[in-house]
């Protein structure tokens, strides 16, 4: 069993800051790509960011400048430190893992949180 916990989320007003967390916990042989994705009322969810186990990072452009994603190996967490927050950028966020369980080492799955909301103001 594995489980990932995003907290950080909120209600801020534009140019506010944020930062959300995500704790994977479990049976966890090691974790891969790690990402963010986001989802608007109406919208499909998008990729915001994503980061590899050797900490190559990817961002979406319209979170470029503004967003950093990094992430602690040893306490199996991801992070998103969100600056200049922009009504755009409400919705709710997930975070995403690449993991490798013991149970079966032979596979990598993917797994999601249950998601964080982020609302910002104008």
């Known amino acids: 069993q594995v489980h990932l916990v995003e907290s950080g989320g909120g209600l801020v007003q534009a140019g506010d800051s944020l930062r959300l967390s995500c704790a994977a916990s479990?049976?966890?042989?090691?974790?891969?790509?790690m990402g963010w994705y986001r989802q608007a009322p109406g919208k499909q969810r998008e990729e915001v960011a994503s980061i590899t186990q050797g900490d190559t990072t990817n961002y979406a452009d319209s979170v470029k400048g503004r967003f950093t994603i990094s992430r602690d190996n040893a306490k199996n967490t991801m992070y998103l430190q969100m600056n200049s927050l922009k009504p755009e950028d409400t919705g709710v966020y997930y975070c995403?893992?690449?993991?490798?369980?013991?149970?079966?080492?032979?596979?990598?799955?993917?797994?999601w949180g249950q998601g964080t909301q982020v609302t910002v103001s104008s």
């Open positions: 479990g049976s966890i042989l090691s974790i891969k790509t």
């Open positions: 995403n893992a690449l993991i490798k369980t013991i149970e079966d080492v032979t596979i990598t799955l993917g797994y």
